[in-house]
Every structure is written in C-alpha cells, then in structure tokens.
Nanobody, 123 residues
Framework: VQLQAFGGGLVQAGGSLRLSCAASGRTFSGYYMGWFRQAPGKEREFVSS????????LYADSVKGRFTISRDNAKNTVALQMNSLKPEDTAVYYC?????????????????WGQGTEVTVSS
C-alpha cells in the first residue's frame, strides 16, 4: 500500500495550488482521508479530512475558507485545492488514511503516510 502526494511547488502569496494524493495497492473504502503538513522545525499539523462519501469535511481554522478537500473514489485519489496562499502555508504536505479510532485531527489516528509534496509560498 502506498500513498503519493504531488502537485506542490513554489507560488507567490495570494496564488493557488492543487495537491493530489493517489493511493495504490488497495482502496480505502469507508475510510476518512486526511491532509497534514509539516513546516521546518515544527510539528506535523492537521489541515483537512474528508469522509468516504465526501459529505463530511473538516478543516483547520488556519485554512478554513481558503482550502477545499475532495476525493474521487473511482480513481482512489484525494485532492486539496489551496487558494489565497500565505507564506505561513509553506510546508511539506502529506496525505494519509484515518485507519484508527481517534480524532480526525490527530496524526496518530492515521496510517500509510506517503511521501509528501513541498509547498513554498513566497511573500
């Protein structure tokens, strides 16, 4: 099982990026998927999560109104549309599967952390 995040890059403040996460090896039927990020020297932090149906989403306060999470179960992918980017959004972004009981905002409840994708927002 492998998750691969891609779509990161360098963007100016106010710009947009769309991250994607592709899962291979199995489908995660019924599971929430999540995005986390880790800035240099900081702890990994929750960004957003989405239910299997896509009907339930959760966002960190810092990204609410700017980021939108979505998923395509037929393609086994999850996306994160990031608009109005700020320098403080600079981080490596990871996707993962909410495999264990516990808060959707807790990284410890997730598994199958793939290789992240780096996002740099210049001021």
């Amino acid at each position: 099982v492998q998750l691969q995040a891609f779509g990161g890059g360098l963007v100016q403040a106010g710009g947009s990026l769309r991250l994607s996460c592709a899962a291979s090896g199995r489908t995660f039927s019924g599971y929430y998927m999540g995005w986390f990020r880790q800035a240099p020297g900081k702890e990994r932090e929750f960004v957003s999560s989405i239910s299997w149906s896509g009907g339930n989403t959760l966002y960190a306060d810092s990204v609410k109104g700017r980021f939108t999470i979505s998923r395509d179960n037929a393609k086994n992918t999850v996306a994160l549309q990031m608009n109005s980017l700020k320098p403080e959004d600079t981080a490596v972004y990871y996707c993962a599967v909410h495999l264990y009981s516990g808060s959707y905002m807790n990284a410890g409840s997730y598994e199958y952390w793939g290789q992240g994708t780096e996002v740099t927002v210049s001021s």
